[in-house]
């Protein structure tokens, strides 16, 4: 039973209050036990209702974290564009630094990265999926402007490196936090060690060497193909399978 606090919500006010509460519950749980682990049923709990009641307010718990990515899209982007824009010019280095560090100060933003096209987007609405790439889409554009202004990249240029520097992040999260079992496993076998990662700076040198491949001439997915990219991502565009969508 729910709550005499959790009674239906009578007022668009009040509605968009325990929309808030909800995804507060599923910030909170996915912080503490890792987004995969979280049901409907646990964010419900915690919000004290029940998840009939729940399902009101949100068609899934994937729906509820793909809502959460969005905002994690829009607050790093952000944080990364109020970065860049006190500089009137920058390096391949300095823009890497930037944007791992930037990812690597979110884990949870990081696991929502990974858990998006592996899982969020496969049991919503195809309007739920559209909202939330157009998110992804709107930030790297925002982000674009920021890298044209001081290194000169293309459209192109900028969706490959943010799908990159998205897609690593969420993957070389997982591997950062094995379970307790695991990690401890890996410390004891030497021959092992390099399962266990640093995801900034990691993060760091694959974006510094492609950044550098850009200044020095390489050819570009421009150059290479000229169909117009789809973020994907762990979170930016595309289906969802493969790399971490931009979003």
């Given amino acids: 039973m729910t709550s005499p606090a959790f009674q239906r919500a009578r007022s668009a006010e009040a509605k968009q209050a325990r929309e808030a509460a909800i995804l507060d519950a599923a910030r909170t749980l996915g912080r503490s036990r890792g987004v995969r682990d979280v049901t409907l049923t646990d964010i419900a709990a915690a919000v004290g209702m029940h998840k009939s009641a729940l399902l009101r307010y949100f068609e899934t718990r994937e729906q509820i974290f793909l809502k959460l990515t969005a905002e994690g899209w829009q607050e790093w982007s952000a944080h990364l564009r109020a970065e860049l824009e006190t500089r009137s010019h920058t390096t391949a280095q300095e823009v890497a630094a930037l944007i791992a560090a930037g990812l690597a100060a979110r884990p949870l ?3 929502l990265l990974a858990q998006a096209p592996m899982n969020l987007e ?123 969508s931009p979003a």
């Avoid at 293309?154 to 990690?183: C, F, N, Y």
């Avoid at 950044?211 to 001439?217: D, F, I, M, Q, R």
Wanted: hydrophobic residues 40%.
């Fill in 109 to 111: 933003f990081c696991d």
């Fill in 122 to 244: 496969r049991n919503v609405s195809a309007e739920t999926v559209r909202s939330f790439k157009l998110v992804t889409l709107d930030e790297i554009a925002l982000i674009g402007t920021e890298l044209r202004r001081l290194m000169g990249l293309s459209e192109t240029q900028t969706v490959d490196l943010i799908a990159t520097a998205t897609s690593l992040a969420g993957a070389l999260w997982q591997m950062a936090t094995p379970g307790p079992r695991l990690r401890e496993l890996y410390r004891s076998d030497p021959r092992l060690a390099h399962a266990v990662v640093e995801l900034e700076p990691r993060l760091r040198r694959v974006l510094t060497a492609y950044l550098t491949g850009l200044e020095a001439g390489s050819p570009t997915a421009a150059e290479v193909s000229p169909a117009a990219p789809e973020p994907t991502t762990t979170g930016a565009a595309g289906s969802g399978q493969g790399a971490a």
